[in-house]
C-alpha cells in the first residue's frame, strides 16, 4: 500500500519561528493537492520556552500527531529534538538544526538504530548566519528537508510559497538560503 | 466551487461562521486559546465588505453584557473568551440563561486540556448545564464554524444563549477552509419594552425558569436530530461487546486511530452537543453494547448526565484520566486497555513501539523566560533588590514570569494582586505585625479587574505598594490593544484613559510614574512608596512602571540599541544569570564567566547596571 499520511512533528524554542515553518510545509502540501491539518502552540510556551508543532498531511481527522507516529521530527534545537524522540515511528525521519559534531548524541543511537531512524543532523543556524539572515533558520531547515526528499512536496512549490508569504526586505537573500539548503539535503537524501 | 480558500486557524474559522451566521456584534477579552476570534472576525468582516460592531471589551463580563445588549434589540451577537473568562461572565450568563435575547446570542467559551496556557483544566461544558443553556463541542476548526451557524440559529429560534465549546486543539488547529463571498445581513435595533422580561423580579423568574426548562425539553429533541453533530455507525441489527461514546476533539482522534489500526469492529457514538444530551441516542447506543467507554474534555459531563454506572467505563470507573489532556496516545493507550478488559484485540498493544526514556537524558528545562529586552525585568530586579523579604503577589500576563527572578509569589486570577496583598495587609495587621508587601499588575489586568480591589484596599486602610507594569500592551495574548493606549480592535483611535486618573481617582495619595528601564530611578521610587507604606500617615503607595514592550514596539522600547560585553571582572557571582535572568545572558562553561549571546540580545542596556562588579560594559552601539 503506498504511503497516504505524512506526519510530521515541529519542535524548538519559542521565538525561533516553528509556526512560519509550519505554515511553509503545510501550504506547499495544500498546493500539491493533499489535505493538511495542522495544530500550533500560542500563549505563555511562546516566550522562549519549548514549543511543538504538528502537520499531519493525508485525510485525518485530527490534528495531533500520537507519539510513534512521526514520519518526520523536524527540530530547530538539539535538545528539543531529544525531548521529542517518542514521537517517531520506526524508520522515520529526525532532520536537526545543529553544528554539533557528535550529533546524535551517543546515548540515544542505540535507540534511533533500533528503530531504523534516518538521522540528519544540519546547521541551519550557520548557513543562515552566513548569509546574513540569522532569524531565517527555519527556512534553511525546510529547504534541507525538502532536498532530502522525503516528504510530497516539490521544490519548487515551496519556494513558490516562500515567494508569496516571504518578507519582502530579506526575500532575495531568503530564497537564495533556501535554495542552498536544498541542495544540501539534496546532496544527503 | 468556492472563491476564497485558506489554511486556517479554528479560531478564523469561527469568525468566518459567526459572520455567516449574520452575526452583527462582537465584543471579547483576550485570552489564550481565545484571542485570534475577534481580530479575525474585524479582518473578515473588512475583506467581505460586512458592516459589522467588534470591540475589546475591557473584560469579559462587560464583553458578555455589550454583546447580549445587541441580542436584547433584536441582533444577532456574540462574545469570545477563555474558560476562566467566563468565570468573569457568569453573572451575566446565569440571568441571560432565563430571559434570553430577541435576536441571538453565542458565547464561546475556549477550553484548554493541559493546561497549556490557563490556570485550570475546568470543563465549560459544566458552566452550560449550570447555567442551562446549551453547548457545542466542536471537533475540527471546520466543525466549530458549522456549529456556530447552528448555535446562532437554536439561539434565534429559542431565544436563548448557547455556548459553543471549542477546546484549544479546535483553536489552534489549521485546516483547508473554503468559502463563498458573504451576503450583508443587517436587522434593525428595536427595543421592546418589556420590564417583566428585562427587569423580571423575582417572581417573574420563577415563571422565566420555568419556560426555560421548558425551551430545554426542545432544544435536546432538536439536537438530536443534527445529525451531522449527533450519529452513530451502528449495524441494523448489531450487538457489540463494546462501543465508544465520544465528543470534541476526542471523537476526531478515535476515529483516526480506528482507521489506522483498521477496527471497524467497535461502533462510535459522536456526541456535538453534550447538553442537552441525545439521550435517545444515548440510549439506542447502550442498549446494543455490552459496554461503553465515554471519551470527552476536559472532566466527565456525559458520563454523569449518562447515569448509567455498570457498563459505562470513563474517568468515573478509573479508565480515563482525571487531568491533563487526552492526546492521541493517552486515548489509544486507553483504548487498549478497555478492549482487553472487553475480550478484544487491542489496536497496538504494549511494546508494539520502543519507547526511550527522555527523563535519562536529563535535558535542561526550557521554561517561559521574559524576552531579551523586557521592561518587567528591571522592575522585577528592583522590586527583589529593594525588599527581599517583602510579600510579592503579582497577577496574570507576561509578568507572571517574574517568578523566574524571584519577584513573584502568588498569581490567583485577574486582579487578585491588589486584592490578595489587601488581605495580607489586615491578616498581619490583625497580629501586630507589618511586613512589606510589593504587588506587581499590568496594565491590561489592571483595567480588566484592578480598580474595584484598589478601591476596597483604600476605602478599608490597607498598606501595601502597588506596581503598575505598563507595557502599553497586552502582550502574553498577543499585543492587543489596552485602553491605556486608546487603539480600537479594528485599530481606529478611541479615546485613552490615563492610568494616573484612574488611579487617583481611586483614592490613591502616593502615585509615582517611572521609566522601567532607568533601574536606578525604579529602586528609588521604590524605596520611597515602601516608606510611604509603612508611614504613619501611609497607605497603599502606587508605582506606574512604563516602557513599551519590546516585542510589541521594539524602536519605541530600545531606540538607539547599545552593545554589551561581559569583561574579566566578571567573577561567576550568578547574579545576573539568577536574578536578572536575561535570556542573552549565559554561562560560558570555557572560561567560567557570564557572556553575552549576540544573537538573543536586544540591546537594551539595562544590564549595564546589574553586575556588582561592573564587569558589564559598552562596547559601542550596534547600529540598526
Redo the contacts between chains.
Keep these: 500500500m503506498s504511503k497516504s499520511v505524512w506526519n510530521i512533528v515541529l519542535s524548538g524554542?519559542?521565538?525561533q519561528g516553528i509556526l512560519f515553518m509550519a505554515?511553509v510545509l503545510?501550504?506547499a502540501a495544500?498546493r500539491e493537492g493533499y489535505?493538511?491539518?495542522?495544530?500550533?502552540?500560542?500563549?505563555?510556551?511562546?516566550?522562549?520556552?519549548?514549543v511543538i508543532g504538528h502537520i499531519r498531511i493525508g485525510e485525518?481527522?485530527?490534528?495531533?500527531?500520537?507519539?510513534?507516529?512521526a514520519d518526520v521530527l523536524l527540530s530547530l534545537d538539539e535538545?528539543?529534538a531529544?525531548?521529542n524522540?517518542?514521537y517517531l515511528?520506526?524508520s522515520s525521519l529526525m532532520c536537526v538544526n545543529t553544528s554539533n559534531k557528535k550529533f546524535p548524541?551517543e546515548?540515544?543511537r542505540g535507540?534511533l538504530e533500533?528503530?531504523g531512524i534516518k538521522v540528519y543532523g544540519f546547521d541551519a543556524l550557520g548557513l543562515a548566519l552566513s548569509k546574513g539572515i540569522?532569524q531565517s533558520v527555519n527556512l534553511a531547515l525546510v529547504g534541507y528537508l525538502i532536498g532530502i526528499g522525503f516528504l510530497p512536496i516539490r521544490y519548487e512549490v515551496v519556494r513558490s510559497v516562500v515567494e508569496g508569504i516571504g518578507k519582502s526586505r530579506f526575500l532575495e537573500r531568503d530564497l537564495e538560503l533556501l535554495e542552498h539548503a536544498y541542495q544540501m539535503g539534496k546532496d544527503q537524501g | 466551487m468556492h472563491i476564497r480558500q485558506e489554511?486556517m486557524?479554528g479560531n478564523k474559522a469561527i469568525a468566518l461562521g459567526l459572520l455567516e451566521a449574520g452575526c452583527e456584534v462582537m465584543a471579547s477579552y483576550p485570552g489564550?486559546?481565545s484571542?485570534e476570534i475577534l481580530p479575525e472576525f474585524i479582518r473578515l468582516s473588512k475583506l467581505e465588505g460586512l458592516k459589522t460592531y467588534a470591540e475589546w471589551s475591557t473584560n469579559e463580563k462587560v464583553a458578555f453584557d455589550v454583546a447580549f445588549s445587541a441580542a436584547i434589540v433584536g441582533k444577532r451577537a456574540a462574545c469570545s473568551m477563555k474558560q476562566v473568562g467566563l468565570n468573569v461572565a457568569m453573572d451575566s450568563l446565569m440571568s441571560s440563561a432565563y430571559i434570553g435575547g430577541e435576536g441571538g446570542f453565542v458565547v464561546i467559551s475556549c477550553d484548554d486540556p493541559g493546561p497549556?496556557?490557563s490556570q485550570t483544566e475546568q470543563d465549560s461544558r459544566f458552566v452550560a448545564r449550570i447555567a442551562k443553556v446549551p453547548v457545542f463541542d466542536p471537533?475540527?476548526p471546520q466543525e466549530a464554524r458549522d456549529m456556530v451557524k447552528a448555535a446562532m440559529e437554536i439561539s434565534s429560534e429559542f431565544k436563548i444563549p448557547v455556548i459553543l465549546r471549542p477546546t484549544i486543539?479546535v483553536c489552534?488547529?489549521?485546516?483547508?477552509i473554503h468559502w463563498d463571498p458573504i451576503p450583508n445581513f443587517k436587522v434593525d435595533s428595536q427595543f421592546k419594552k418589556d420590564p417583566n422580561r428585562w427587569a423580571a423580579t423575582p417572581r417573574f423568574r420563577y415563571v422565566l425558569h420555568k419556560e426555560l426548562n421548558k425551551k430545554l425539553a426542545d432544544i435536546q429533541t432538536k439536537l438530536g436530530e443534527l445529525v451531522s453533530f449527533n450519529r452513530h455507525n451502528l449495524a441494523v441489527f448489531g450487538q457489540y461487546p463494546l462501543g465508544v461514546i465520544a465528543s470534541g476533539?476526542c471523537?476526531?482522534?478515535v476515529?483516526?486511530?480506528f482507521e489506522?489500526f483498521d477496527r471497524g469492529d467497535v461502533p462510535i457514538l459522536k456526541i456535538g452537543t453534550p447538553f442537552p444530551l441525545p439521550q435517545d441516542l444515548v440510549q439506542e447506543f447502550l442498549s446494543r453494547c455490552s459496554r461503553v467507554v465515554v471519551l470527552e474534555e476536559t472532566d466527565c459531563l456525559i458520563e454523569y448526565l449518562i447515569g448509567e454506572r455498570n457498563k459505562v467505563l470513563g474517568r468515573l470507573s478509573g479508565h480515563v484520566p482525571k487531568e491533563g489532556e487526552l492526546?492521541?496516545?493517552v486515548i489509544?493507550r486507553v483504548l487498549d486497555r478497555v478492549f482487553v478488559e472487553s475480550g478484544l484485540e487491542p489496536l497496538?498493544g504494549e511494546g508494539s513501539?520502543?519507547?526511550?526514556d527522555?527523563s535519562?537524558?536529563k535535558?535542561?528545562i526550557?521554561?517561559?523566560?521574559?524576552?531579551p529586552g523586557c521592561p518587567h525585568r528591571p522592575v522585577f530586579f528592583a522590586i527583589r533588590r529593594m525588599s527581599p523579604k517583602a510579600i510579592f503577589t503579582s497577577d496574570i500576563g507576561?509578568y507572571t514570569?517574574g517568578i523566574n527572578l524571584g519577584a513573584v509569589d502568588t498569581c490567583l486570577n485577574m486582579g487578585a494582586a491588589i486584592t490578595l496583598a489587601t488581605g495580607f495587609y489586615h491578616s498581619h495587621h490583625l497580629d501586630g505585625k507589618q511586613r512589606p508587601i510589593i504587588a506587581t499588575i499590568g496594565d491590561s489586568t489592571f483595567f480588566h479587574s484592578g480598580t474595584a480591589g484598589l478601591l476596597n484596599a483604600v476605602y478599608n486602610g490597607a498598606r501595601f505598594v502597588l506596581v503598575i507594569l505598563d507595557n502599553e500592551t497586552t502582550a502574553?495574548?498577543?499585543m492587543q490593544p489596552t485602553p491605556g493606549v486608546g487603539i480600537k480592535a479594528d485599530g481606529s483611535r478611541g479615546n485613552p484613559i490615563a492610568l494616573e486618573d484612574v488611579i487617583r481617582g481611586c483614592g490613591i495619595k502616593f502615585l509615582k510614574v517611572v521609566d522601567s528601564y532607568q533601574l536606578d530611578q525604579v529602586m528609588d521610587t521604590l524605596k520611597e512608596a515602601l516608606n510611604y507604606s509603612q508611614s504613619e500617615e501611609g497607605g497603599v503607595a502606587v508605582v506606574i512602571a512604563r516602557h513599551a514592550c519590546v516585542i510589541a514596539n521594539r524602536q519605541k522600547a530600545i531606540g538607539k540599541k547599545v552593545s554589551v560585553e561581559i569583561g574579566e571582572e566578571c567573577n561567576f557571582c550568578g547574579l545576573c544569570i539568577e536574578r536578572f535572568e536575561c535570556?542573552a545572558i549565559f554561562e560560558d562553561t570555557d572560561t567560567n564567566r557570564a557572556k553575552i549571546n549576540r544573537?538573543l540580545c536586544a540591546g537594551c542596556g539595562v544590564c549595564l547596571k546589574v553586575c556588582p562588579e561592573g564587569a558589564i560594559k559598552i562596547v559601542g552601539g550596534m547600529g540598526e
Design positions: 524554542l519559542g521565538g505554515r503545510a501550504e495544500i489535505f493538511v491539518r495542522g495544530a500550533e502552540t500560542h500563549g505563555m510556551a511562546q516566550r522562549g520556552g519549548s485525518v481527522g485530527s490534528s495531533l500527531v500520537r507519539e510513534g507516529g535538545i528539543e531529544y525531548r524522540l517518542n515511528a520506526p548524541r546515548e540515544v535507540f533500533e528503530l540569522p | 489554511f486557524l489564550t486559546p484571542s497549556h496556557s471537533a475540527t486543539r489552534h488547529g489549521r485546516e483547508p476533539v471523537w476526531a482522534v476515529k483516526d486511530l489506522e492526546v492521541p496516545e489509544l497496538s513501539h520502543a519507547k526511550f527522555i535519562s537524558l535535558l535542561p526550557r521554561k517561559p523566560r521574559l524576552c507576561c514570569l502574553m495574548t498577543g535570556p544573537v
